[in-house]
């Protein structure tokens, strides 16, 4: 390898074309043998120019993305073309006071809500609400007597109305009236909750967490940059990179909120995967950048030969991550589509600046990338001879010597490895099995939030099943006979403990066209009677169109969207990774073990996940309220968050190994050498984005805590299990078989397929003979 590469060198350029290439295209490409040719020329041609309008530019996404959360939704859970959808719809028109999102819990704390005084200051406070622009519906104790609404021990009651207006108006409305109505009135203390309160205090508790968890994360992220590459100047390059990408996505999604919806959880994605897929493509190029120097090549020449391999990978790997997150796009809940949004763009963008500003700033650094070197601090003084040598080669070698052992040491014990790794994975996912699906509520919020205190207060002292009714809308003309006909009809079904109404409204011809009825189901209120209570409901027989929504309504609708449409998503993420690691690699037998790897890497996510948040054990710790279930969107968004960041470290660790062996033919030394090369790189990402989703998992919204702490588990276990021994020891195991494909394909290949190698490819069918070589990673 040595002597061709000189060779090569010494006639004008690396072996395979030039430096100039573009990432992912063909050797050789525009410039010839010149090292300024191509991409290299297009990104160095003047990089301070470059770096300057960069700068501008992100000064500009500033501008453009500054208030984005403002503008972003806390809802999105449900279908917005599902039955519950349109009944909801429907019956916020016609029966504004059936749909209350305001909840008034009026305390008379040591007297009784039917004291005259507690009664008339209640009374005041509900022809108050009523004459605000915008609200509408008013309802309390106080007007209609209702013991649903009065607290069992007399002391609480409630005043509800509905604010008017879709997600973002309402919650105007809220935040300008709420202060008025919060604290002490009188004889009386007033807190404010309802849906609308709980989803106006998740967006605060969000963005507050954010911000915390930025400030945790930047410098711990640092702190780490510094360990891996030694120079507190490299250190800074993947850091900025990060930056960049995450201001230039909350500019796109400010730019997508004038036109679509956009959930506020999806910048704690933009975050995540900002700093973490920045940092981990930086990482590869400055790796590589610093290897190439030490070899002795000018700034520029490295440049190009970086780009042509590390940033090829780079590319392909910001497409296979990009693809996992696109296909959240066939989901019809904006919660979902938002994190495809986010993730697509910070990607993208990530892997842009990693591209053009990244090789900018190390044209201009040349050498002194490796300057400040903290690490000295620690170094023994006065060390002489050999084994003082330092540096990029010196710590690449070392490092790399240990992952070369690893491997060596895996592959001799490839089946006990892979078997045992795989089935520990598996016995780690198996509390999935036992997965409950829910909806989201007030107790995703800390205890003392104030809309979560009302509603636990709720669920505590008043009568009944709080927020766990359903409502039946029915449309067309219909009697007072038919409905009290259909209302024996249903009462008489199994598992419902009470039917209100019908509560009526508008009339044609004598009869009256709009009714609802209210159906409190018995057990939990998104339980299993209550969702099946909903088919029944559903299927009865009624002389008029009959329509259903509620929690359990709605949890029946999301699972069918989900489930009608995961196929596509889990076919999309399939097909293309088998396709794109195809293109990488020339191989039928890799693209398949991927994908199953991949899987495997994700049981311990998914098992934790059921174990902990779900059955609630560390819930004390971790500071969060089990509900015993588990958010319908919630798998599909970490599944595919987590299967595309695998693919990236994937991808990374696939290259080099086929890198080497298109130059060597032989596989047992190629799969040691790609892990000997890249498992400290690797290593070193995984554990960078793992303190990041940690960061992001200290959140008080249970949600967010979830998403960053599963996908922070996921991360490490496929860096450091999969990648570390599952991979070694499955392809020691398919041994040449891995690289098999029929000739057509390799065909195929050999003129389409992406390489991070320098050197001709080697089909695989006529491997060059095995040789002396030096130890891996020396």
């Not at 009302?454 to 009568?463: H, W």
Request: charged fraction near 20%.
């Amino acid at each position: 390898m040595a002597e061709v590469k000189n060779a090569a060198t010494a006639q004008g350029g690396p072996p395979g074309g030039s430096p100039g290439g573009a990432p992912g295209g063909p050797p050789g490409g525009p410039g010839g043998g010149s090292p300024a040719g191509g991409w290299t020329r297009f990104v160095t041609a003047r990089p301070r120019l470059s770096l300057l309008v960069a700068l501008v530019i992100t000064a500009l996404a500033v501008l453009a993305g500054g208030g984005v959360a403002d503008r972003m939704g806390s809802g999105g859970w449900e279908d917005p073309d599902a039955e519950s959808t349109y009944a909801t719809r429907v019956l916020e028109r016609e029966f504004p006071a059936s749909q209350p999102n305001l909840l008034l819990l009026v305390d008379a704390g040591e007297r009784r809500v039917d004291d005259p005084a507690v009664a008339a200051e209640a009374r005041r406070l509900a022809e108050r609400l009523d004459a605000e622009q915008g609200v509408s519906g008013i309802g309390s104790y106080w007007g209609t007597g209702a013991p649903a609404l009065r607290s069992e021990d007399g002391r609480q009651a409630v005043i509800a109305a509905r604010v008017e207006g879709d997600e973002k108006a309402a919650g105007e409305i809220l935040k300008r009236i709420a202060p008025e109505y919060r604290g002490t009135h009188g004889s009386v203390e007033v807190s404010v909750g309802g849906s609308l309160a709980v989803q106006r205090e998740m967006e605060t508790v969000i963005q507050e967490d954010l911000l915390r968890a930025e400030l945790i994360a930047l410098p711990v992220t640092l702190v780490l940059l510094v360990m891996v590459f030694g120079s507190a100047v490299a250190a800074l390059l993947p850091l900025g990179i990060g930056i960049v990408a995450i201001l230039g996505t909350n500019a796109v999604l400010r730019g997508l909120t004038e036109f679509t919806d956009v959930s506020v959880f999806a910048q704690n994605l933009t975050t995540a995967l900002g700093l973490g897929l920045a940092i981990d493509y930086a990482l590869f190029v400055v790796r590589r950048f610093r290897e190439e120097l030490g070899t002795g090549a000018d700034p520029l020449t490295a440049i190009g030969t970086t780009l042509r391999t590390a940033g090829r990978t780079v590319l392909f790997s910001a497409l296979t991550v990009a693809v996992s997150l696109a296909a959240m796009l066939v989901f019809p809940q904006y919660f979902l589509r938002s994190f495809a949004y986010a993730g697509i763009a910070v990607v993208l963008l990530a892997a842009a600046a990693a591209l053009t500003l990244l090789p900018a700033a190390l044209l201009l650094l040349g050498d002194r990338v490796n300057a400040l070197d903290l690490r000295r601090l620690f170094r023994r003084r006065g060390t002489t001879g050999p084994e003082a040598e330092t540096g990029p080669k010196a710590e690449a070698a070392e490092a790399g010597a240990g992952w070369a052992r690893t491997a060596a040491l895996v592959m001799r014990r490839a089946p006990v490895f892979a078997v045992a790794t795989a089935t520990g994975l598996i016995l780690l996912g198996l509390p999935f099995l036992g997965v409950n699906f829910g909806t989201v509520d007030d107790r995703q919020l800390p205890t003392t939030a104030e809309s979560r205190v009302v509603q636990d207060e709720l669920r505590a002292g008043f009568p009944g099943n709080p927020g766990g009714g359903l409502t039946v809308l029915a449309e067309g003309a219909a009697t007072p006979e038919a409905y009290a006909g259909y209302r024996e009809r249903i009462q008489a079904l199994d598992g419902i403990m009470r039917v209100d109404g019908p509560v009526t409204a508008g009339t044609g011809g004598g009869a009256t066209t709009h009714a609802y009825f209210t159906v409190v189901p018995e057990g939990e209120g998104v339980g299993e009677t209550a969702q099946r209570v909903v088919g029944e409901l559903r299927a009865a027989p009624a002389p008029f169109d009959t329509s259903v929504t509620g929690q359990a309504a709605v949890l029946v609708d999301s699972k069918d969207a989900i489930g009608d449409r995961l196929p596509w998503a889990l076919a999309i993420i399939v097909v293309v990774t088998l396709v794109l690691v195809f293109l990488l690699t020339g191989s039928v037998v890799i693209p398949i073990q991927a994908v199953v790897l991949n899987a495997l890497s994700l049981t311990a996510m998914f098992g934790a996940v059921v174990w902990v948040f779900q059955d609630g054990h560390l819930s004390g710790l971790l500071g969060f309220t089990p509900t015993g279930d588990i958010e319908t969107n919630l798998p599909v968004l970490m599944f595919c968050v987590a299967f595309g960041l695998s693919m990236d470290y994937g991808v990374f660790l696939l290259s080099r190994i086929k890198e080497e062996y298109d130059a060597t033919g032989d596989h047992d030394h190629a799969v040691r050498f790609g892990l000997s090369r890249t498992g400290g790189l690797i290593t070193a990402a995984a554990v960078i984005l793992a303190v990041v989703m940690v960061a992001i998992g200290t959140s008080r919204v249970t949600n967010t805590k979830m998403l960053g702490l599963g996908v922070a588990l996921a991360v490490l276990m496929d860096a450091m299990v999969v990648r570390s021994l599952l991979v070694p020891a499955v392809m020691k195991l398919t041994g040449r078989l891995t690289w098999w494909s029929p000739p057509p394909l390799r065909r195929f290949h050999a003129r389409f397929g992406i390489s991070e190698s320098d050197t001709p490819k080697t089909p695989p069918s006529t491997p060059t003979p095995e040789r002396e070589r030096e130890p891996v990673g020396g």
